[in-house]
Every structure is written in C-alpha cells, then in structure tokens.
C-alpha cells in the first residue's frame, strides 16, 4: 500500500535554534497519528512543514495526490501546493479565528471553501453548507449569523465544518481541543472520531493532552528539543514507554 | 492460533535510577483454535503483562509472538491496528470510552469499524447487552456513569461484538454476579465452539475448570526461577 503521506528527513532551524530536525514517517489511508511533546519540543513546527505554512530547510513531504500519485509537496509549485490546501488538505487551528473568517456568516465561512474549487449553484451551496453545520451539531438556524456570535466550541465545530466540506483525505490539526473547557472538548472528540471512520480521513493531530491522543489517535510520536524520541501504538507508547522522557511525560499526568 | 516462542521482557525505569527489572523471561507456549488456556500464578508474576504483551500493548524485548501469522514483536504499527481491528479480541478489565458516546455505539464499533453496516452493528450490539442484562432504558447514555458491574458487561460485549479468531480475556467474570456470570460463561464456550484461540486470566477457580483445557502458570517464565 501506498502511504498518504512519506515524510523525510523534515529539518526546519530558526536561526541558530532547532525547530525540527530529521523526522521521518508514513502515514497510512485511514490512520490517525498523534504527535505530543511540551512546549517547543517543535511539534507545531513540524506540523507547520508539513502543512506547507512553513518550508523546511531539508526534507520531503511527499503526498499521495489523487491525479499524480506521490508528489513532493515542498518542492511543487505554489499554486499547486494551495490546490492541495483547499481540496485534498485541511487544517484546523487551535484558535479558531485563525481558521475562520469571523465577518462571514457561519453558511458563508463553509460555503466559501466550496466555491474555492468551483462551486457556484448558490441553492447548492447553501444547502451543502447547512448540511454540515448539522454534522458539526450547530443548529440550522444559526447559518446567517456571524461567528463572532458563537461560543468558543460553536466557533471550533465550525471551522472543523469549513475544513471537511470538501471532502479532504488529511487533516491536520493543530491542539484541536485546547482552550476549550472538558465538557465541550468530550462532544468535540466524539464528533472527530465519528467523522474519522465515517470518512476514512488521514490525521495528524498536534496536542499536548495525552488523553485525547488516547482516544483519538492509532499512532504517536513522542518530540523532545525538536526530534523524534519515541514512536509507536499509541497505547503502547503510553502504557510502556521506553525512552526516559516518554516515561517522564506519561508520569507526569495528573489522575482526576 | 497464537504462538509465543522464547519471549522475555524487562522494564527499563529511566527516572528511577535506570531501575532494569525483568519480569518475563523465556515464555514459550502455543494455543490452538478451539482451545482456552488460563494463565496462572501469584499476584505480580506477570500474567496480565504477558497478556498485553501478546496484544501488543507492552512491548517486547525478545522473541516472537505469532498470531494468525503476524509477529507482534517485529510487526508495524499499522499491522497491529488490522489484527487487532480483524482478528485479535482483548477484553480488559476496564472500560474506556470517549465520554458522551451511547453505549450501543460503544458496543457497536468494533463492527463498525470492519465496515459492517450501522443498521447490522446495532443490532448484534442490542442482542449482545439485553443477553448481558443491560437495561434498555441505559443504551442510549454513555457507560462512563454506569456502575462497576454494568461497566464490565459494557466491555464484554463489546469484546464479543465481533467474533475474534483469537481472544484475550483479563478477569471477565470479575465483580459480576452469578445470572451475569453464566451469561458471559457460556459466552465464551460459544467463542471456544466456533473456533476462538483463547488465553484468559481467571480468579474465578470455577470458571477455569469449566473452561480451560488447559493452565499455564506464568511463574515459570519469572526470570528468578530461570536463573
């Protein structure tokens, strides 16, 4: 099989700093990966290579396009590479302002991503919009109004609404429950993996919260100071890890 | 069905003065379809170790866990997920569930995830829990709030959602009582009948007798006794 993604080698420095350095991995059709490490262990810029917000000072990021077969997408053109981010890609942010666009009406932020590859039937669009507005559990007659009148996770199931309409096969998530207070992050989770099998999505999910990797993710990698210490099932990293830090991070969980 | 050949494992504590403890050490045995063999010994010989070992949960240092063919030991990650998703069951002695999901689709998944349709899943799942006396009125709430028993049950059903060719079973009778009891055992006779390699953890001295052809006891594998 063909993986979806092939990454290698990924190295970005900022300056004299290490952001990432050397990672490799595949993913897989249908995978979910997680990637843990604290603050600056360089999993956001990781994230941010393989994304194509940032370009990496050496490595490929090879995709598995559905026209071309496998393609590295660091070295493709740019309006290639923006191709991808609107169809086959997309990417959820911790914040969700950074995702929506908070002066567009909840139908208009979703329906904007559809007429970025193409669609022009407004009924269409709107009727697809509002479709998915019930998905993501966001009452139907709330379409016309602005995101700025929605709650924090109102606002994330949106913007998770907005990235999936147009059928991606990776998603790329950036702390996807983080800010968010437990009893809403619980709905979030339980819409992701519902979304996850039902769709056969690809994901890599940045996060610093061991338990939604738990529930949400097949694999992990463990980043210390930018490199890779640990990779494996994700509840064999957790219930045995084998590198010292891995087992200072899993230790480290408060019990409830 | 499942083959364990020369496996050994240690824990290696890198925040406790490097602290190296072996716990398994040589284990070698193999399970046929059709067959249930219990694991026995002391508390802390490392029974459910080697249980979560063969399940790919802990890792193992040495050796070769096969199971329908796949070396656990050896095998990437997206090898285990399939034989897990496929082939090997593995019912633990806790439930743990995204929080807010109903526990019909708790029990359902499994199915769901082989690609059997909602509609089918659902109703082996409502077959599986009315067996396992769970009351109606609770399938449509998430597990997380039921009690001890009741949890357990969830989970049994959901281990027995999908018919494994091999299983493994921690303790399933435990903390049930005796109607429960019989269902989940003759649960798993029906599993031994249609074929299931078996390796199942059981206190309940009564429930390994009707059901295990027969007990290893894991003490032997303890690296103090091979020495």
């Given at each position: 099989?063909?993986?979806?993604?092939?990454?290698?080698?990924v190295t970005?420095?900022y300056?004299?700093?290490i952001?990432?350095?050397?990672?490799?991995?595949?993913?897989?059709p249908g995978?979910?990966m997680?990637?843990?490490?604290?603050?600056?262990?360089?999993?956001s810029?990781?994230?941010?290579?393989?994304?194509?917000?940032l370009?990496?000072?050496?490595?490929?990021?090879?995709?598995?396009t559905?026209?071309?077969?496998?393609r590295?997408?660091?070295?493709?053109?740019?309006?290639?590479r923006?191709?991808?981010?609107?169809?086959?890609?997309?990417?959820?942010?911790?914040h969700?302002?950074d995702?929506?666009?908070m002066?567009?009406?909840?139908?208009?932020?979703?329906?904007?991503?559809l007429?970025?590859?193409?669609?022009?039937?407004?009924?269409?669009i709107?009727?697809?919009?509002?479709?998915w507005?019930?998905?993501?559990?966001?009452?139907?007659?709330?379409?016309?109004?602005?995101?700025t009148t929605?709650?924090?996770?109102m606002?994330q199931?949106l913007?998770?609404?907005?990235?999936?309409?147009?059928?991606?096969?990776?998603?790329?998530?950036?702390?996807p429950?983080?800010?968010?207070?437990?009893?809403?992050?619980?709905?979030?989770?339980d819409?992701?993996?519902?979304?996850?099998?039902?769709?056969?999505?690809?994901?890599?999910?940045?996060?610093?919260?061991l338990?939604?990797?738990?529930?949400?993710?097949?694999r992990l990698?463990?980043?210390?100071?930018?490199?890779?210490?640990?990779?494996?099932l994700?509840?064999?990293?957790?219930?045995?890890?084998?590198?010292a830090?891995s087992q200072?991070?899993?230790?480290?969980?408060?019990?409830? | 069905?499942?083959?364990?050949?020369?496996?050994?494992?240690?824990?290696?504590?890198?925040n406790?003065?490097s602290?190296?403890?072996?716990?398994?050490?040589?284990?070698?045995?193999?399970?046929a379809?059709?067959?249930?063999?219990?694991?026995?010994?002391?508390s802390?010989?490392?029974k459910?170790?080697?249980?979560?070992?063969?399940?790919?949960?802990y890792?193992?240092?040495?050796g070769?866990?096969?199971?329908?063919?796949?070396?656990?030991?050896?095998?990437?990650p997206?090898?285990i997920?399939?034989l897990?998703?496929?082939?090997?069951g593995y019912?633990?002695q806790?439930?743990?569930?995204?929080?807010?999901?109903?526990?019909l689709?708790?029990?359902?998944?499994p199915l769901?995830?082989?690609?059997?349709?909602?509609a089918?899943a659902?109703?082996?799942?409502?077959?599986?829990l009315?067996?396992?006396?769970?009351?109606?009125r609770?399938?449509s709430?998430?597990?997380?709030?039921?009690?001890?028993?009741?949890?357990?049950?969830?989970?049994?059903?959901?281990?027995?959602?999908?018919?494994y060719?091999a299983?493994?079973?921690?303790e399933?009778?435990?903390?049930?009582d005796?109607?429960?009891?019989?269902?989940?055992?003759?649960?798993?006779e029906?599993?031994?009948a249609?074929?299931?390699?078996?390796?199942?953890?059981?206190?309940?001295?009564?429930a390994?007798?009707?059901?295990?052809?027969?007990?290893i006891?894991?003490?032997?594998?303890?690296?103090?006794?091979?020495?």
């Open positions: 099989m063909t993986p979806l993604l092939s990454v290698q080698g970005k420095h300056g004299p700093h952001g990432c350095a050397d990672v490799s991995f595949d993913l897989y995978e979910v997680g990637i843990v490490g604290e603050s600056g262990s360089g999993k810029t990781l994230l941010n290579c393989m994304a194509g917000h370009v990496p000072d050496s490595g490929q990021v090879v995709f598995d559905r026209g071309h077969g496998p590295d997408t660091v070295t493709m053109s740019e309006p290639e923006r191709m991808l981010a609107r169809t086959d890609w997309a990417f959820v942010h911790q969700a302002r995702g929506l666009r002066g567009v009406s909840a139908g208009g932020n979703v329906g904007e991503r007429m970025a590859v193409g669609a022009r039937n407004y009924a269409d709107r009727a697809k919009a509002t479709d507005l019930g998905r993501v559990e966001i009452d139907a007659a709330r379409v016309d109004d602005r995101p929605f709650s924090g996770g606002q199931r913007q998770i609404a907005r990235n999936l309409v147009t059928g991606p096969r990776l998603v790329f998530m950036d702390e429950t983080g800010g968010l207070d437990v009893s809403v992050q619980a709905r979030l989770l819409l992701l993996r519902g979304l996850v099998r039902d769709m056969g999505l690809s994901a890599i999910i940045v996060t610093h919260d338990a939604v990797v738990r529930l949400l993710a097949d990698m463990v980043m210390k100071s930018g490199r890779v210490v640990e990779a494996g994700t509840d064999q990293v957790l219930d045995d890890p084998q590198h830090y200072l991070l899993v230790s480290s969980v408060l019990q409830v | 069905m499942i083959e364990l050949h020369n496996v050994s494992k240690t824990f290696t504590l890198h406790q003065g602290a190296v403890i072996e716990v398994i050490h040589g284990a070698t045995f193999a399970v379809p059709g067959e249930c063999v219990a694991l026995t010994g002391a802390g010989a490392g459910s170790t080697l249980m979560r070992m063969i399940y790919g949960n890792l193992t240092q040495a070769e866990i096969r199971i329908g063919g796949v070396d656990i030991v050896q095998a990437q997206r090898e997920i399939a897990r998703r496929d082939v090997l019912v633990s806790f439930l743990r569930v995204v929080p807010r999901v109903p526990t689709e708790v029990v359902a998944e769901r995830a082989l690609g059997v349709p909602a089918d659902q109703a082996r799942a409502k077959a599986l009315a067996r396992l006396n769970i009351p109606e609770l399938w709430l998430s597990p997380t709030t039921f009690s001890g028993g009741e949890q357990q049950r969830v989970n049994i059903a959901r281990g027995f959602a999908h018919a060719p299983m493994l079973l921690d399933p009778t435990a903390s049930l005796a109607a429960n009891r019989e269902v989940v055992l003759s649960l798993i029906e599993a031994k249609r074929g299931a390699a078996i390796i199942g953890i059981f206190h309940d001295e009564a390994r007798a009707r059901l295990c052809d027969r007990e006891d894991v003490g032997r594998f303890s690296p103090g006794l091979a020495a």
